[in-house]
């Protein structure tokens, strides 16, 4: 065999374990179907804006190791990530804090708002949220579910949020304090210089075939190699046998601006169902641009089918039990690793998918990091 491991996808997972396999003094061939390298995690330099190419990527990790890890390829600023959430023309602060409490019902301390709270639930006698809505209006009240939640999960998740996981939610920091970090880990920040480079440091000195479709010349590929790194989807893997898992596609309209600064915020969350996309992102606030003009993207989520590119696995009831079937066929290939956030069909932030590789580097080649 030419190559001790193929690895289908180079996004960050397939970055990391290339990277230590090199340094195991292993072969790799990384082929990539899109025309570049990274992922979602591309960044590219616009008139010295980096913009986050699939949308929005901020890093966060309360893993001391993933982040001393990453912190070899980059230096990260001091960037905190601080939502504004907007519905029809009112303003409210990320994640569910204090100020946006104190602006939804001119309150000022934690207890009034946890009695504002408690009074907006009390009839619904929620002991166990069954699901996404139970859980918000469980956590934040009524207000705040209509405002805030609704409009914008349906919206991003094209399901009523009875349909949904309470879990989502759960991601999402709650606070009887004042603090708008929308984040509760230790580290946080944007590498400088942008992710893409990140990834090329990663693959330094590995072949890597872009434009090449893994499952479209696995025969040809697989004689290549002893083992196979998978990241693409599962499903399509199987070539769909067991049935279609679902995700969530994102469509992206960027565009320039003549001016230097558009909404004042990274994030600016349209909350309400009515704006058609569920929020804009303006790429230079990451990195505290003062560049003259600007770039601004705004995010419209819509259901994947086929030939898109799928972005977040829906992990509801119906598609984790399918995917434990394909999980137990994978469990069962002798020389494929299915690994990264569609390979393993996971609601994965960059860290966890950092984490990840990093556990199978230890596993698959004895690395120690
Ligand atoms: P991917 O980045 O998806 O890489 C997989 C690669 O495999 C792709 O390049 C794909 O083209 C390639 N591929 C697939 N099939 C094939 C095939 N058959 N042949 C060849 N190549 C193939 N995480 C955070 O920590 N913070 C954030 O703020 C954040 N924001 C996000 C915002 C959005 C809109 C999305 C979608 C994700 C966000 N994430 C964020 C998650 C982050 O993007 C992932 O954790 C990370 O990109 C996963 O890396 P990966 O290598 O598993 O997958
Ligand atoms: N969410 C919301 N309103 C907001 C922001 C988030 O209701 O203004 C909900 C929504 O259901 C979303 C979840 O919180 O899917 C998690 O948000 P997060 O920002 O983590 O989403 P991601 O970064 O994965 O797009």
């Known amino acids: 065999m030419k190559y001790d491991y193929l690895i289908a996808g180079s996004g960050l997972f397939g970055a990391v374990f290339a990277h230590e396999a090199k340094k195991k003094g292993k072969t790799c061939l990384v082929v990539e179907k899109r025309g570049h390298i990274a992922g979602n995690i591309y960044t590219e330099e616009v008139h010295g804006i980096q913009v986050h190419r699939y949308g929005a990527h901020i890093f966060h990790t309360s ?16 960037y905190i990530n601080s939502p504004i959430a907007r519905y029809k023309d009112e303003l409210y602060n ?5 100020n946006t409490f104190s602006k939804m019902w001119g309150i000022v301390t934690p207890k009034e708002a946890q009695e504002v709270i408690a009074g907006q639930i009390a009839d619904l006698h929620i002991t166990e ?30 399901r009523d949020c009875r349909e949904l996981p309470s879990f989502i939610i759960k991601r999402l920091p709650l606070r009887f304090t004042y603090d708008n970090n929308y984040f509760n880990d230790r580290y946080q920040g944007i590498p400088t210089g942008g992710y893409t480079r990140i990834v090329e440091k990663l693959l330094e000195g590995t072949e890597v075939r872009l434009n090449t479709d893994y499952l479209a010349h696995r025969a040809e590929l697989d004689s290549l190699a002893d083992r196979v790194v998978y990241t ?51 790429h230079k606030h990451f990195e505290f641009g003062k560049q003259p003009t600007t770039i601004i993207s705004r995010e419209y989520s819509s259901e994947w089918k086929k030939g898109d590119e799928p972005y977040y696995p829906v992990n509801n009831e119906k598609n984790d039990s399918l995917y434990a079937e394909y999980k137990a066929k994978a469990d069962s290939e002798s020389r494929v690793i299915f690994g990264g956030r569609l390979g393993s069909y996971r609601y994965y932030d960059m860290d966890k998918v950092i984490a990840s590789a990093l556990e199978l580097c230890e596993r698959e080649l004895g690395a120690k990091i």
């Not at 893993?63 to 001091?78: G, H, L, P, S």
């Not at 990320?94 to 204090?98: D, E, G, I, Q, S």
């Not at 949220?129 to 919206?155: C, F, H, M, W």
Request: glycine share 6%.
């Open 232 to 282: 693409g989807m599962i499903d399509q893997f199987y070539d769909y046998c067991l049935g279609v898992l679902e995700y969530r596609s994102v469509r992206f309209e960027t565009e320039e601006l003549e001016q230097e600064n558009y909404q004042g915020n990274a994030v600016v969350n349209y909350t309400e169902r009515e704006v058609p996309y569920t929020r804009i992102i303006e």
């Open 94 to 98: 990320l994640p569910f804090n204090m």
């Open 63 to 78: 893993d001391k190791k993933v982040w001393e890890y990453v912190n070899r390829f980059a230096e990260f600023n001091q």
């Open 129 to 158: 949220p069954q699901n996404l809505e139970e859980q918000a209006l469980s956590l934040v009240g009524r207000d705040v579910y209509e405002k805030l939640i609704k409009g914008y999960t349906e919206k991003q998740w094209g």
